[in-house]
């Protein structure tokens, strides 16, 4: 009895944790290169188990064995493609297939697919919040307070001249990136990029949210079910502890 109490108030928390995730999720659905975040569960056992490494205990086959409850094993991002929107603004760029802008923060360099740029006084490249877009030299772009043009490859071009070229870069595998705030990303572990040689960046466009919001409203409604069952099984195990306690009292 007391274990219901258990797989209950895990099943409870893990579901809030979900809730928190996909209200996020919902609440960025709007914001330009925005990458969902997903939750990944597990029980309490096989994470043990794995953490054990000892396969053949995973394939033992177990009769009357009792679930010892969920737990949130980790929070991974979806970096899957979202939809290419035309904006027809200069400042606005976005990135094709596999890639990131680079932009610098006051706590180094972070990575992002977010291309709403903007431009300074002083003609340098800015993401929304101030930080300089980068060139393969590692220093800011200028593109000047004039029109500029940005080619498919990343580079990029005042009055027909070349200027710098926008440093787009990838990583071998993108669960090394953890998000930074601000739609940007950073490394763990020193996991380091690589130079894209053929990016594509279209220039005029922007990558929205690759979020689907029917499939998120769907897992919110499913979410707040499960948390409600488990609501009850709690409240019927406390319901039936506290007979199972008045009972042995009358003895």
Do not use: H, W
């Not at 998000?179 to 950073?186: I, S």
């Not at 020193?190 to 897992?219: C, F, H, K, W, Y």
């Not at 707040?224 to 709690?234: G, T």
């Amino acid at each position: 009895m007391i274990r219901s109490f258990y797989i209950a108030g895990t099943g409870m928390l893990t579901q809030r944790s979900k809730m928190d995730v996909v209200i996020n999720n919902i609440t960025n659905s709007d914001t330009t290169g925005y990458k969902k975040d997903q939750v990944v569960t597990r029980s309490f056992e096989d994470m043990l188990l794995d953490r054990l490494n000892d396969p053949s205990i995973l394939s033992q086959t177990r009769v009357g064995g009792q679930n010892t409850g969920i737990y949130v094993d980790e929070l991974s991002v979806d970096f899957s493609q979202g939809p290419m929107q035309t904006t027809e603004q200069q400042t606005d760029l976005a990135i094709s297939g596999d890639g990131f802008f680079c932009v610098r923060t006051p706590q180094g360099v972070r990575y992002t697919r977010s291309g709403n740029f903007q431009v300074d006084l002083n003609g340098n490249l800015l993401t929304q919040e101030g930080y300089n877009v980068l060139g393969q030299n590692g220093a800011p772009i200028n593109v000047g307070t004039g029109e500029f043009k940005v080619t498919q490859d990343g580079g990029v071009y005042v009055n027909g001249q070349a200027v710098g070229r926008l440093q787009i870069v990838q990583f071998a595998d993108n669960t090394v990136l953890r998000k930074a705030g601000d739609n940007l990303y950073y490394p763990y572990n020193g996991a380091q990029p690589a130079v894209m040689q053929n990016p594509t960046v279209a220039q005029g466009m922007l990558e929205g949210s690759n979020l689907d919001i029917g499939r998120e409203m769907a897992e919110m409604l499913m979410t707040n079910r499960v948390y409600e069952s488990n609501q009850r099984i709690l409240q019927m195990a406390d319901d039936s502890l506290s007979k199972t306690v008045n009972d042995i009292g009358r003895f």
